[in-house]
Every structure is written in structure tokens, then in C-alpha cells.
């Protein structure tokens, strides 16, 4: 059975993954991330 659907709202930041499909890298460099965490802070 396949799984249902996630919950999204609009403007409202989601939970971060460590690793993508497969395991491939999600962010960049280190720089991507801190970027990131530096935006959910502001939201």
C-alpha cells in the first residue's frame, strides 16, 4: 500500500532530511546549510 501524502502549508518551513533519494547529498557545501538554518531561524 503506498503512503499517504504529506501535509504541506504554504510558508511554513518542513523538517530538513540529511540525505536525499538514494542517499545523495542534500545540500551543496556547508555554506548551502548555514544559509538554510539561518532562513528557518527568520521564519
Known amino acids: 500500500m503506498a503512503r499517504?501524502?504529506?501535509i504541506t502549508?504554504?510558508?511554513v518551513p518542513v523538517h530538513p532530511v540529511q540525505r536525499g533519494n538514494n542517499h545523495q547529498?542534500?545540500?551543496g557545501s556547508?555554506?548551502?546549510q548555514?544559509?538554510?538554518a539561518e532562513w528557518l531561524?527568520?521564519?
Do not use: H, M
Open 41 to 43: 531561524k527568520t521564519t
Open 25 to 27: 547529498v542534500c545540500y
Open 9 to 11: 502549508l504554504a510558508g
Open 34 to 36: 548555514c544559509a538554510y
Open 30 to 32: 556547508e555554506e548551502d
Open 4 to 6: 499517504l501524502p504529506r
